[in-house]
């Protein structure tokens, strides 16, 4: 099992950078690949990153990629999520999820996810 735990979230205006960490814990956190996901108001939540368990393999929804980077280190059992040149679109709840299969964390169907962040960017 694996447990999640997101920080990092706050305001910031257009063009303006942010950086969200997840801290995993428990037993087995180290053998789960990570991924970030993002609900905003009146939307479904939805996949926006994910880094495999040794973090040599990364994935990323088309409308962020260039723009934000997801990275982990395993030393400190943490995966950030750097978010750059971020827009008002970017405004949502970010989720921190996990699971022991990346490609279920593609597809959408983490079996572990953390509480969220507000993250809110005005133009």
């Known amino acids: 099992q694996v447990q999640l735990a997101e920080s990092g979230g706050g305001l910031a205006q257009a063009g303006d950078s942010l950086t969200l960490s997840c801290a995993t814990s428990?037993?087995?956190?180290?053998?789960?690949?990570v991924g970030w996901f993002r609900q905003a108001p009146g939307q479904d939540r939805r996949f926006v990153a994910a880094v495999s368990l040794n973090g040599d393999t990364t994935q990323y929804h088309d409308s962020v990629k260039g723009r934000f980077t997801i990275a982990r280190d395993t030393a400190k059992n943490m995966v950030y999520l750097q978010m750059q040149n971020l827009r008002p679109d970017d405004t949502a709840v970010y989720y921190c999820?996990?699971?022991?299969?990346?490609?279920?964390?593609?597809?959408?169907?983490?079996?572990?996810w953390g509480q969220g962040t507000q993250v809110t960017v005005s133009s």
């Open positions: 999820a996990a699971d022991l299969v990346f490609r279920m964390i593609v597809v959408g169907r983490p079996y572990a």
């Open positions: 428990g037993r087995t956190s180290s053998r789960h690949a």
